[in-house]
């Protein structure tokens, strides 16, 4: 829908709710059994540290298990872009933390020569990481693209950013610490179960953008993949700072998401600067 004045769309948009019908998948998990589907799907184990060095005999074991649920940014200002399209040029503006990136991903969306596409870096709601930013780009170019040359804004409402932005991926880390007579650490074994950290625009093979996956010629998201060490995704500080005897870290990667989940962070910079 392309109007005159935000109230028209909006009012144009709540019509075309009440008439939408949806389909739900049927194996969705509940919050309540979040971790324990994540456990129970195949995923790809790797060892990222390990260090096998003497173990002296423990007197004492101990182990723990730790949950985090999938988590919205829920940002109170919710995402939005501007896109013009003129004499086969499409300029976007948008307050993505990723111009290349998504200039690549909405170029390959519409079929455009990433030439003939500009991503232009403007002021906007932000948020700790991946929000809605990147996908109301390409929502945008769509309706500039039908749009005769005008430049159209678009803005998503409040339960747009919250219903079809990316979670934080729900994480499952189990620890085992053996502890010698003195209490040192002799051994530590951590292991972390958790989707990607990572789906933001600019995959290899596939286009992370919302509307994209809903065109009438669908694309794929990329794979879900981890970036390496030390950035790391979900095994990021899983490594410990300490040097112990032996260490085995062991990152078990989901690829297969029942949300869509990408980078989420806490604003552990600022608190540091604050305490120092």
């Avoid at 049927?26 to 589907?37: I, L, Q, V």
């Amino acid at each position: 829908v392309v109007a005159q004045r935000e109230e028209q769309a909006i009012a144009a948009r709540e019509a075309l709710a009440r008439a939408a019908k949806w389909r739900v998948p049927a194996a969705m998990p509940t919050p309540a059994t979040a971790h324990d589907y994540l456990k129970s799907r195949a995923g790809n184990t790797e060892v990222v540290h390990q260090v096998d060095g003497p173990m002296g005999q423990a007197a004492k074991t101990v182990s723990a298990t730790y949950r985090k649920p999938y988590l919205a940014h829920a940002s109170i200002g919710p995402s939005a872009a501007v896109a013009q399209m003129t004499d086969g040029s499409l300029t976007v503006w948008s307050h993505t933390q990723g111009p290349y990136p998504l200039r690549g991903d909405i170029a390959k969306a519409l079929g455009m020569p990433p030439d003939r596409v500009r991503v232009l870096h403007a002021q906007g709601s932000g948020c700790y990481g991946h929000n809605g930013a990147d996908d109301v780009g390409l929502d945008a170019a769509l309706l500039a693209r039908a749009s005769g040359g005008r430049p159209v804004k678009l803005q998503w409402m409040r339960d747009d950013e919250f219903g079809w932005e990316p979670f934080g991926s729900a994480m499952t880390m189990s620890a085992q610490a053996s502890l010698s007579a003195d209490g040192t650490i002799a051994d530590w074994s951590y292991d972390v179960w958790s989707c990607t950290h990572n789906m933001r625009p600019g995959g290899a093979d596939g286009i992370n953008l919302l509307a994209a996956w809903h065109m009438e010629n669908a694309a794929k998201p990329a794979s879900p993949r981890e970036l390496p060490l030390p950035a790391g995704g979900g095994d990021r500080n899983a490594v410990p700072g300490y040097d112990f005897a032996r260490v085995k870290i062991v990152d078990h990667l989901i690829p297969d998401m029942p949300l869509r989940v990408s980078a989420l962070r806490t604003r552990s910079e600022e608190h540091t600067s604050e305490l120092q």
